[in-house]
Structure formats: structure tokens, C-alpha cells
């Protein structure tokens, strides 16, 4: 495995990231993936190779940062106890923000080089398409002349 030359607050970033990239695409407030999976993800996609026991170390200050709250399941073993089965890691409202805080700073640098196509990209669900829903509408206006202007039938 190689080893990343990052420091450890781009490894807890590249963490987030990839956190709230899973819990978008399942669209859901948590997150219920392997240290491994977490592993191979933050590698293939975000370009931070870490060690397990670092991985761990990361997500320890992601929890005492206030950005997520871990939660162990466990299940029955057979023998009246109880044994570790998984872990939930939920992500805060922290988290999101701090994600949206990265998006607007990516937005306000990649409209300097006037490039819409680049600066409109979210990590918001996008938005719904408006002619689907409202079809046709009337546009309405005054004209100098103090009189109503018939309407114009149109698409949105």
C-alpha cells in the first residue's frame, strides 16, 4: 500500500468527503459502511491512502469535532451476551455545512475564470424541472398606456 504524504487535517477533509458523498448517494443522514470500504473509497476518489489504524484516528477527531456520532450495534452472541456487529456513523448538521462552506468557496473561485459549467455543480439534490409540473402559465403586464396587456400563453 502507498503511503500519503497528506497532513492530517486533508485526510480528516478527504474523510468528510467522502462521508457525505455516501450519504447523498443513498440519500441518507448516515452512513453504515466498512473502515475498508471507507478505505478504498477515500483512495479511489478523493486520492488519500491511509492505514487502517489512521483511518481510525481520523474519524476519532471527526467525532470529537462534533462533525459525526458513532453508534455500535451489536447483536446477541448465543451465550446471553452480546457482541459487535457494525457501526452507524451518523452525520451532523456540521458536516453539511462545513461541505456547503467548501462548495461556495469553489463556486466564488471558479467564477473568477467565468466557468458556469464548472461553478453550478452541487452536492444539493437538483432541482426539479418546472415544466413538468406547471405546464403552461400566463404572463401577465401593465403597458404605459394604463391598461392591461393581453396575456401571452407560454412555457416556463
Not at 468527503?17 to 473509497?41: C, D, G, P, Q, S
Not at 452541487?122 to 404605459?144: A, F, H
Request: hydrophobic content about 35%; overall charge positive.
Amino acid at each position: 500500500m502507498q503511503r500519503t504524504n497528506k497532513d492530517p487535517g486533508e485526510q480528516r477533509d478527504a474523510l468528510g468527503r467522502t462521508l457525505v458523498a455516501i450519504a447523498l448517494k443513498h440519500n441518507k443522514a448516515y452512513v453504515w459502511a466498512t473502515m475498508e470500504t471507507l478505505r478504498l473509497l477515500m483512495a479511489k476518489y478523493q486520492g488519500t491512502n491511509v492505514s487502517p489504524r489512521t483511518l481510525t484516528r481520523r474519524m476519532a477527531e471527526m467525532v470529537a469535532m462534533g462533525y459525526v456520532f458513532r453508534q455500535l450495534r451489536t447483536a446477541p452472541d448465543g451465550n446471553g451476551g452480546r457482541k459487535f456487529n457494525s457501526c452507524l456513523t451518523f452525520l451532523k448538521r456540521k458536516l453539511f455545512e462545513w461541505v456547503e462552506k467548501g462548495e461556495r468557496f469553489a463556486r466564488k473561485v471558479f467564477s473568477f475564470f467565468r466557468r458556469p459549467s464548472l461553478a453550478n455543480n452541487s452536492l444539493k439534490p437538483y432541482r426539479r424541472d418546472l415544466r413538468n409540473y406547471c405546464g403552461n402559465v400566463e404572463i401577465l403586464w401593465k403597458t404605459d398606456e394604463k391598461s392591461v396587456s393581453p396575456p401571452i400563453r407560454g412555457v416556463l
